[in-house]
């Protein structure tokens, strides 16, 4: 029997966080016994073996990594130090690992890189372009040079992380995707999104500062008509990579 994937949630809120849950497994194709999920912010930092699983895939939060520890939350606090000490494991074993927006901060600060809101991105649809090293890369091989994603973030790397190898990128924010070793991938976009999902995403996190609350139906209609396959195909490829 193979051993399932880890699918750890940062999000405290259940409606998304159920939703992020859906589109992970759906556009990752996954079968209902081949996944764990675990919702850290709620059931605490996760205590785990990663022999016991095949990979894992971090989910986004609405959490902001570059703020002063005396303004974070308790639960932010004991997510981000039990995280530190997952991706010490993780990187030092290559263990495979995709983290997607919050994901990416976490694994890119673990590195080494600077977070902040230099590189910060309205929600919506953008461009995003290969680099030369990401032509090559098993989770991008046949993709188009450009391709469209959804994203939004107030911070993100502001360099490629030290002994990162950066994959995608975009004028906007340069640091798109990276990856550390061979199979510890991060994006700043979200690979599992779609237009529903990031409808219900804009108005549940109105008031958290990505964007003025009154122009929430206006965001909501501009990204009505985005598609974005090649951002899920990276998720369903890397599935079936390690599954």
Same mark, same amino acid.
């Given at each position: ?83 530190? /000490?997952?991706? *010490?494991? +993780?990187?030092?074993?290559? !263990? ?5 927006? =919050? $994901?990416?901060? @976490? ?71 990276? /990856?550390?070793? *061979?199979? +510890?991938?991060?994006?700043? !976009? ?5 237009? =529903? $999902?990031?409808? @219900? ?43």
């Amino acid at each position: 029997m193979n051993k399932p994937f880890l699918i750890i949630q940062l999000r405290p809120e259940r409606a998304v966080a159920d939703n992020e849950l859906e589109a992970i497994v759906r556009y990752g194709e996954l079968g209902s016994s081949e996944f764990v999920r675990i919702r850290a912010e709620r059931d605490g930092p996760p205590v785990f073996d990663l022999d016991d699983y095949a990979a894992i895939i971090v989910g986004g939060s609405p959490y902001d990594i570059s703020k002063p520890a005396s303004s974070k939350s308790d639960a932010q606090r004991k997510v981000e130090t039990a995280f530190m /000490r997952l991706l *010490d494991r +993780v990187v030092e074993r290559d !263990f495979p690992f995709l983290g997607a927006c =919050s $994901g990416s901060g @976490l694994l890119g600060r673990h590195c080494g890189a600077r977070i902040s809101g230099r590189y910060a991105e309205p929600v919506g649809g953008t461009d995003v372009e290969l680099t030369d090293a990401g032509t090559g890369d098993a989770l991008l091989t046949g993709f188009p040079r450009r391709f469209r994603v959804l994203l939004g973030h107030k911070e993100a790397c502001d360099d490629v992380p030290p002994r990162a190898t950066l994959l995608v990128t975009s004028r906007a924010c340069p640091v798109q995707m990276f /990856r550390v070793g *061979d199979n +510890v991938y991060a994006t700043q !976009f979200h690979p599992e999104a779609d237009t =529903s $999902g990031f409808a @219900l995403r804009i108005d549940v996190y109105k008031d958290h500062g990505y964007f003025r609350p009154e122009t929430a139906d206006e965001l909501k209609h501009r990204i009505a008509g985005e598609d974005t396959p090649f951002a899920r195909r990276i998720l369903s490829r890397f599935v079936a990579r390690y599954r």
